[in-house]
């Protein structure tokens, strides 16, 4: 098919691809091969039918003659011949042309003999045949031994000479040529007759009569007539055939042609005209009527239906277009209001980078790219005080609009509560509640909400139903956080959720993502999945959040390719930098009392260092050395094991923060219940004192139990 449409074709080229011009060629195409069938069929049928004539009338010929001549002659012949032939050895056989050879033979050719030879030349002439002769067939050797032969010419066989002859000839001379299937047509009998083409004899048809067998040959008298002739009359029929055909097939090409384009070509070049007149009309702002109701066609077929057809769908485009215009008004109404919405929804999100540029001790970037006009995700990060940094990640159910609204709704929940001072478990229970009164939609959202102290860098978080966040360490790799999920807000009353802890170092990143992110699909429908997210982090991860995000929606997307977005892709990174100069130093030492004294030494000094009065440095000893003992002694079963103490000093709120790290069996100092002082000694239970004492005398105490290790945090005002 030509890549350009009919309107860009010249005249030559619309000729070509027309009906007409695919219709003749395809009669064309269809009439050749008929005609070639017909003429294949016709002039094999005519070449049979002749080569058929000509064997019966040679094979008549050949009894013909057999009935004419003396066979007791030609026993006498044929005996005296095949005795000197069988005198003769093989090698003295196998030149017949031999002079040598034929000089065996040269006393046959007998004044009887010449006799016997005009009297086959009579019958040969009479029967207008080109050959006649007497021959053995050597079934041994197949060889046709010739006797005596008619033909004066140069063709001319003596006696003794011979040709070999086929398996097939023989088996015609002797038992009969198989019947074609014309013969049995004609209930025609095997005739012993064969047509050869050999270069000595030219193309011959030969019919042989049996006379007589002698040991193992048997005698035949043969005629030849001349296939030429059949050729000749055969090449004149087909001349003829195929001009009678060639003529038909004009004439029926000629008569189709003129009907097609009578039924079927004109009346769809009138539906054609008309059509483009409706459509430049259309154009020119002009509306007339019947363009193809006056057209006329009444061809009775297809083209007539066609034609109706286009009639009705006249009278319909005009109510059609008016509908279609109110349509698109109304897209375009309902596409500016999608797009006011997107741009709410984004003013409503933290969208002015870097947030907090007069904060130093973090750095935080988010990003949102929704998969429809307005997207159901949503981040969220926040100042709760100072020194608390409230940070959300939630995905709401639904795509579009609804989840646009729903989503709104759940952020000024978050938010408010989150500002009351309440701990990330109260406020998504307080946030579930709210949203199951009136939830008649059966919507739920999905959310991580956390927050970071600013200060010491501790991490307190809720996950209601949403995806693990990825933590790099200082120095290390962003690895998953398997952290305990909650159900989805919204999705039942009453529900309770947990909290759980994780100390940031100075330098880490934490980042938040929702489910488009990992469950984004290339066009073979295979997801992106948090492994290759985690991958693309590890090449960013000593790069700013920015950088981070970015990194991440490229290899996302460079993943999908191109196909259609799955999901909002939202994103967050926060890196948390702390403050400048309250770097955490650490020793590791046994999980012994021996290494006590070691362990107080080097807090101590970190103490004296910073001006700690010597009250506050005894307090935090006391605390110290309780917190350690209680490791050493009981941490690890076997008393084998190590432990790391950090201290660091923040000079800017005159506080220190003291860290105590043992991978020991699972223990949290804080969960066993403070004993009842009021009670002399005699009279409490043994145990608790001194974690007692430890906790009252520090400003807070902390515990997590993180990659499998203990984690106390101890904080104490030493200045202000």
Known sequence: MPKKSVWEMNFLERLHYSISGKTFRAILMFSLIISTAAVAFGFTLYSATVNREFRIMTWRAAESAAEAIDTEEVIREAEFVLSIYDSLSEEERQDPEDPAYRSKFDEVRTEAFEEFRERLLRLMNGNHAIAAYTAAIDEENNRMIFLADADPKASFCPPGTWDPITNAEKEAYLYGAPPSLLDQLYDTQAMPAAITNIAKYGYRCTAGKELFKTGRYTVFVFFDNDMNQVAEVSRNFLLQYVILLLIVTLIVMFFSQRQLRKTTVDPIN??????????????????????????????GDEIENLSL???????????????????????????????????????????????FPEREEFDIYASMDPAKEVGGDFYDFFLIDPDHLGIVMADVSGKGVPAALFMMVSKILVQNYAMTGRTPKEVLEKVNEQICKNNREEMFVTVWFGILDLVNGGLTAANAGHEYPIICHPGGKF?????????????????????????????????????????????????FGLERTVEALNRKADASPEEILKEVDRSVKEFVGDADPFDDLTMLCVHY???????????????????????????????????????????????????????????????????????????????????????????????????????????????????????????EMEYERTDGKNIVTIRKKIRG
């Open 270 to 299: 009138k539906m054609a005209s008309a059509a483009a007149r409706y459509i430049q009309d259309r154009k020119n702002g002009r509306t007339a009527e019947n363009y193809f109701g006056d057209l006329g066609i009444h061809t």
């Open 577 to 699: 930098i702390g403050k400048k100069g309250a770097q955490m130093k650490e020793m590791t030492t046994e999980a012994s009392v021996d290494s006590l004294s070691e362990v107080l030494k080097f807090v101590d000094t970190e103490l004296e260092t910073a001006g700690c009065s010597m009250k506050t440095q005894m307090q935090i000893d006391v605390a110290v050395e309780e917190l350690f003992v209680n490791v050493a002694s009981y941490a690890y079963p076997n008393g084998q094991g190590r432990a790391v103490i950090g201290v660091r000093i923040d000079d800017d709120i005159g506080e220190v923060f003291i860290r105590i790290i043992d991978t020991g069996i699972p223990y949290n100092p804080l969960e066993k219940a403070d004993p009842d002082v009021t009670l002399g000694a005699e009279d409490r239970e043994i145990g608790g004192l001194g974690i007692f004492m430890a906790k009252k005398s520090m400003d």
């Open 309 to 355: 057809t286009m009639e009705a769908m006249e009278k319909d485009a005009a109510a059609y277009v008016a509908d279609l215009a109110r349509i698109t008004a109304e897209k375009e109404r309902v596409s500016a209001e999608l797009t006011l919405a997107n741009r709410i929804q984004a003013d409503m999100l933290p969208n002015i980078f870097p947030a």
């Open 479 to 527: 690895e998953v956080i398997h952290d305990r999920h909650g159900f989805v807000i919204g999705g039942m009353e009453d529900v309770k959720y947990r909290n759980y802890t994780m100390q940031l170092e100075q330098g880490a990143k934490l980042f938040l993502y929702t489910d488009g992110v990992p469950e984004s699909e290339n066009t073979a429908r295979e997801q």
